[in-house]
């Protein structure tokens, strides 16, 4: 949409960022650190945010060796014809895990293939490489924040860091965003917000990071991109496809 004439601005940040999941929190948290002011917004209500990277198993794919996983990754999407460049920063997001693990996750990851015998992610030993027979299969690894799943405790890692910056980064639930706002060349250059049965425009002066997850609650959605009629989702109850 685009501001009215007699519209105005009701808050301006740098940074706006939809979606307080996972990737929301990681984008406000890096955005913040950069020296940004940053809103947060989510649909759901205080304790329920945290959309599926909350339910789910916590798990981090990752590897030990660029060149091999590289090839695995390769075998593994073929014959798709996959971006080079897109695989390729993939793959060294991967490698670069355990590291970023201990410079922003607080501690050195658990690796679930430096420990074999733990009998509390013995299902994940299994489950690592899909694909086992394909080259570089080998340094595939799943990495955790401890030896448990399912447990939301990657997640409240990622939330608290947002909450230890909130200085800089404000938070407000029951908040879903409506529509993205564009100046006459298309440039986006805020949200508008509904909180308490109101409308808010806000201006986002750096950008707008959308971060609102799939559509999986929205049976119209699920029935024309999925062709299912019946389908139930096992997570968050808040994620409908705004995006
Ligand atoms: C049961 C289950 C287990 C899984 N296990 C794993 C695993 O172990 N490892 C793995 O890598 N992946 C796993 N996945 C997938 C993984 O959970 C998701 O890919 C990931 O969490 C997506 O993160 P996200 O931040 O993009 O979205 P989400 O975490 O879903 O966050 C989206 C957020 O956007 C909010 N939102 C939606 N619409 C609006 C709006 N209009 N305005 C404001 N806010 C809005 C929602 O409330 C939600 O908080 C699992 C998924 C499920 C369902």
Same mark, same amino acid.
Do not use: R, W
């Given at each position: 949409m685009f501001l009215k004439d007699n519209e105005s601005w009701n808050a301006t940040y740098d940074v706006v960022v939809i979606g307080f999941g996972g990737a929301g929190a990681t984008a406000a948290r890096f955005a913040a650190d950069k020296g940004a002011k940053v809103l947060l917004v989510d649909s759901a209500p205080e304790g329920h945010e945290g959309g599926n990277t909350r339910y789910c198993g916590q798990i981090v794919e990752a590897g030990y060796d660029y060149e091999k996983l590289k090839k695995y990754y390769q075998k593994m999407t073929a014959p798709l014809d996959l971006d080079e460049q897109v695989l390729e920063t993939f793959v060294k997001g991967m490698v670069n895990l355990p590291d970023y693990f201990e410079k922003y996750l607080g501690g050195k990851a658990f690796s679930v293939k430096n420990n074999p015998?733990?009998?509390?992610? @013995?299902?994940?030993a299994y489950m690592? @490489?899909?694909?086992?027979?394909?080259?570089? @299969?080998?340094t595939n690894d799943d990495l955790l924040v401890?030896?448990?799943?399912?447990?939301a405790a990657l997640w409240k890692k990622l939330r608290q860091n947002v909450l230890d910056r909130s200085d800089k980064i404000d938070v407000l639930y029951s908040t879903p965003a409506k529509h993205l706002i564009q100046d006459t060349?298309?440039?986006?250059?805020g949200v508008q917000i509904k909180n308490k049965g109101k409308l808010f425009n806000v201006h986002a002066k750096n950008g707008v990071v959308l971060a609102l997850g799939g559509f999986e609650n929205n049976e119209q959605m699920v029935q024309d991109y999925?062709?299912?009629?019946n389908l139930l989702p096992y997570g968050t109850l808040y994620n409908n496809g705004d995006g």
């Open positions: 015998g733990n009998k509390n992610v @013995a299902m994940l690592s @490489a899909e694909y086992p027979e394909f080259e570089g @299969a080998d401890h030896d448990q799943i399912f447990d060349d298309k440039t986006i250059i999925l062709g299912e009629t």
